[in-house]
């Protein structure tokens, strides 16, 4: 049995429902015809569509999304974002590689910010750097490591001591750490909604229409979905970690889902816990672990937790992340969560993302790992001027590599279990 095209989710994203709520653009009820169909309207399918207008703004260009805008994955996560790669390598030999994709990031992240001042997006775009923080002895050298690499590179940054982590964010659990002031913190759903909302009128944008099933016929691609066909010269697809459901890049890629929670709001007396600071991010130094934040005035946010294919079983999933969250504010037991949720995103092995023309007249672009909102919109932006006839076909592997080659299944799935169990083990208190 085939398996299904696109994701679905136990729980409605928590971002998306602490904003008003939005009317969703129709599903497809029609056979269409058109230049350009994008599969997924997340920040890659966005920033095709919004980039392929600006190159043909006579072209016929629709977008399919399969939930609504605010519901996937571009709305369901950390709202870390920027284009400063430099920081986050641990080692100096990676630090050359690193200021070329800094220099290929930022002109698409300037693209973005200026989308979003132009249209008056409310999405919280703050730069507030991030802590990269360390509660185990491993975590520690590797963050010291960093430290290295700012001070080779000239960036600017800030060693903290416990007492001065806890200072910002209102736990001791960290025992090193760095500050940055690299990131910007945002509301994810809100920026996704608003580039939504904000596409020119000359792009169709149908939400709630999955495509099911992709063919090519002649000279042109079908895309089947529940209400018409759409008939179109060139596809790409942006669905990300579902790319291999539709028979692409089977070993290049992996769906990973990883899970999030925002806590009830914090009672003022204990709003200390909160730390000082009105808006931090903090990064684990361990990649598989927790990530955190402050959201607003009153409240926390807790992301942590990996499985592979399937979604966990809710209850299990909350359970774990209560664990991390009471871990570092024992001082909060009482605070419940008010919202939980998982999100997917594409894994690949050596962290590149798959980018370019995989078919005739047939693109993709996906894996950007943990960090789609600037790199989703890098490398959507570039696809649109390979499809357009423009691109160079090596930009993107010559600067960010390409995809590597991961087991198929059984293998693959008992790799993920075997490496993540390893590495959750290795990541001790990071988790
Ligand atoms: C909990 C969590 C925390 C994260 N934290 C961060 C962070 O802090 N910063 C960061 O930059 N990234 C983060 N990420 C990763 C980030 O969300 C992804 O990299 C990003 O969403 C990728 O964007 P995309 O447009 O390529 O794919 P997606 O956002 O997954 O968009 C693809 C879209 O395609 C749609 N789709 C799928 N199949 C079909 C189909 N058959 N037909 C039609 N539509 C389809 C999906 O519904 C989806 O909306 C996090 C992810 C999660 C889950």
């Known amino acids: ?15 998306n429902a602490m904003l008003p709520s939005r009317t969703p653009r129709p599903a497809l009820g029609t056979d269409l015809s058109v230049d350009y169909a994008i ?19 006579q072209a016929r260009i629709v ?38 994709q800094t220099e290929l990031m930022t002109a698409s992240f300037t693209w973005l910010t200026d ?10 775009l703050t730069k507030a750097g991030s802590i990269r923080a360390a509660a185990t002895e491993a975590g520690e050298t590797s963050l010291r490591q960093v430290v290295e690499v700012a001070k080779a590179n000239g960036i600017a940054h800030t060693v903290l001591d416990r007492d001065n982590i806890a200072q910002r964010i209102g736990s001791h659990y960290y025992r090193f750490g760095v500050y940055l002031n690299d990131t910007y913190l945002l509301q994810p759903a809100a920026l996704i909604r608003g580039l939504a909302d904000a596409l020119p009128d000359s792009i169709a944008l149908h939400e709630t229409t999955p495509v099911r099933k992709l063919v090519r016929s002649g000279d042109r691609w079908k895309l089947q979905t529940d209400g018409g066909v759409v008939t179109a010269k060139r596809v790409a697809l942006a669905n990300n970690g579902f790319i291999p459901r539709f028979g692409y890049l089977k070993l290049r890629m992996a769906t990973i889902y990883t899970y999030a929670a925002v806590t009830k709001s914090i009672p003022e007396h204990l709003r200390d816990y909160l730390g000082k600071n009105p808006a931090w ?14 959201i607003g005035a009153d409240r926390l946010m807790v992301r942590s937790l990996y499985s592979h294919e399937m979604e966990e079983h809710p209850p299990e999933a909350e ?3 209560r664990d991390r969250f009471e871990r570092r504010w024992s ?5 419940d969560f008010e919202y939980v949720w998982g999100g997917t995103t594409a894994f690949t092995m050596n962290g590149a993302p798959w980018w370019g023309q995989l078919d005739k007249e047939l693109y993709a672009s996906g894996g950007c790992n943990g960090s789609g909102i600037a790199k989703g919109t890098m490398l959507g932006r570039h696809l649109a001027d390979l499809m357009h006839g ?28 075997i490496v993540s169990s390893l590495e959750s083990r290795r990541a001790g208190l990071e988790s």
């Open 115 to 124: 989308i979003i001042r132009e249209h008056g997006i409310a999405c919280d």
């Open 319 to 321: 359970a774990k992340l």
């Open 39 to 57: 599969v997924g309207a997340g920040f890659t399918g966005l920033a095709i569509a919004r980039r392929l207008q600006e190159l043909e703004p």
């Open 63 to 100: 977008v399919l999304e399969a939930t609504t805008v605010g519901e996937g994955s571009s709305a369901r996560n950390s709202g870390f974002t920027g284009s400063d790669v430099l920081p986050r390598t641990a080692t100096l030999e990676g630090a050359q590689k690193a200021r070329r």
């Open 1 to 15: 049995m085939s398996r299904q095209t696109f994701p679905t989710y136990s729980s409605s994203c928590g971002w």
């Open 390 to 417: 423009t691109g160079r076909a090596n930009e993107i592997a010559d600067t960010m590599g390409t995809a590597s080659l991961i087991a198929p299944e059984p293998f693959r799935s008992i790799g993920f279990h």
């Open 281 to 294: 991010g903090l990064l684990p130094s361990h990649r598989l672990g927790t990530t955190l934040r402050r």
């Open 331 to 335: 001082e909060l037991k009482h605070v």
